[in-house]
């Protein structure tokens, strides 16, 4: 699920930059003129992790990408935006040469982390480029990149974080009882320049990194039909859709199931003040192109219909029914680690503002498991001043 709010785990705080940091390294190292960097430099946000200083752009910016890194004296690129078709039947071959083999792997559910190794330590970056405590302690004990990073130490380890014990996208997947990692690509830390498909599987397997599924390597005037037919089974398994890849790895298009759509949107509306109303159009697109695209009868097109308007309506109406019973509305997660760990995520959180109510707390064999509700504010306040009678201008 893309998260309608990319929260962010960090312990950091803001910090001025480290006067002694020589820009003319960082600029050479992004591949851009000393003009064009101090044009970019206004758009880094300042941290602190742990007494270690660095810079990060939390958003798309001309010849950056988003979540690029400045740390100590190193770069970490970001990773790139991938762009989405409505249509697979035109929007695979305006992505792709006409001659190129596309490599279909699975899109799964999760938050997007990329490991680097830094001053011998391995830090785990959010997609806006903060350093994530809670993701850095817990990879420790999910995936072991020790021998990677020593044959490799340019290396930038891209993957998901899945699983149903999940402080952000929360998803079941068959044999993940708690969190996961999953591996999707492999890049060049400072160009990030990626690997061929085929030779970044070989390395990872090679590692013992686990990988997300690759379903198959097609033709470009074959994808359509198979990517279809792999989303159909993917929506019937209720997952989220696949990312086509040139062989090269340069190029990314991706594509989700109308499962993944619904999900989301009855997601944005439990809490439709927070989320519902900015995130819903993307997503009725998605599923107006695919009832087209798919050449759905009637009582299919009724159907899918149906399964939207459930999704948003009734997630709706359980929302406003909460409040209405005095309840508190809110995202809930469950996590397990570490106390140490689980301290960290929950001073974070806190330090943002939110209000955190623990609903459970307890240990077993040896972690600590946390059912916690991170209330929103907006929907609760709105819908209830709805419910004593504000009166809404039209």
């Known amino acids: 699920m893309e998260h309608p709010d990319d929260t962010e785990t960090n312990n950091e705080t803001e910090t001025k930059p480290d006067a002694d940091t020589d820009e ?182 090679a590692f013992g990194v686990p990988q997300t599924p690759l379903f198959e390597i097609v033709d470009v005037d074959n994808a359509a039909a198979s990517v279809q037919e792999i989303i159909r089974e993917l929506d019937a398994e209720n997952r989220e859709g696949v990312i ?30 927070d989320y519902g109303q900015a995130f819903m159009f993307r997503r009725l697109l998605r599923e107006g192109f695919q009832t087209v695209e798919w050449d759905e009868d009637d009582e299919d097109a009724r159907e899918r219909a149906h399964e939207v308007g459930e999704s948003i309506l009734c997630s709706m109406r359980e929302a406003i029914q909460t409040v209405e019973d005095g309840d508190t509305l809110g995202e809930r997660h469950t996590v397990r680690a570490s106390d140490e760990t689980i301290d960290v995520l929950f001073e974070h959180l806190r330090g943002q503002g939110l209000n955190i109510d623990i609903e459970d707390d307890y240990h077993e064999d040896g972690d600590r498991v946390v059912t916690f509700c991170k209330r929103t504010p907006s929907s609760n306040d709105t819908i209830r001043n709805y419910l004593d009678g504000h009166i809404v201008s039209e």
Request: charged content about 25%; some cysteine; hydrophobic content about 35%.
């Open 244 to 273: 086509l890849k040139s062989l090269d790895g340069n190029t990314l298009l991706k594509y989700t199931t109308s499962a993944s759509t619904n999900s989301d949107l009855a997601y944005a509306f439990s809490l439709p003040f």
């Open 24 to 205: 003319t390294t960082y600029h050479s190292q992004l591949g851009i003129g000393k003009s064009a960097f101090e044009g970019l430099e206004p758009h880094f946000e300042h941290r602190n992790y742990e007494g270690l200083e660095y810079r990060h752009v939390p958003d798309y910016r001309r010849g950056v990408e988003r979540g690029t890194v400045l740390i100590d004296g190193k770069v970490v690129r970001g990773f790139p935006k991938v762009p989405r078709t409505l249509v697979l039947k035109t929007g695979i071959p305006t992505q792709f040469d006409r001659n190129e083999r596309i490599a279909v792997e699975e899109k799964l559910n999760g938050y997007n982390v990329r490991i680097a190794q830094l001053g011998g330590e391995q830090l785990a970056f959010t997609r806006s480029g903060m350093v994530c405590p809670f993701t850095t302690r817990l990879l420790r004990r999910l995936v072991d990149l020790a021998d990677l990073f020593e044959a490799h130490p340019q290396a930038m380890v891209c993957g998901e974080m899945i699983g149903p014990e999940n402080p952000y996208t929360a998803h079941e997947y068959p044999g993940v009882d708690s969190i996961a990692f999953r591996a999707f690509d492999w890049r060049d830390r400072e160009s990030g320049d990626p690997l061929p498909v085929q030779e970044r599987r070989e390395r990872y397997e």
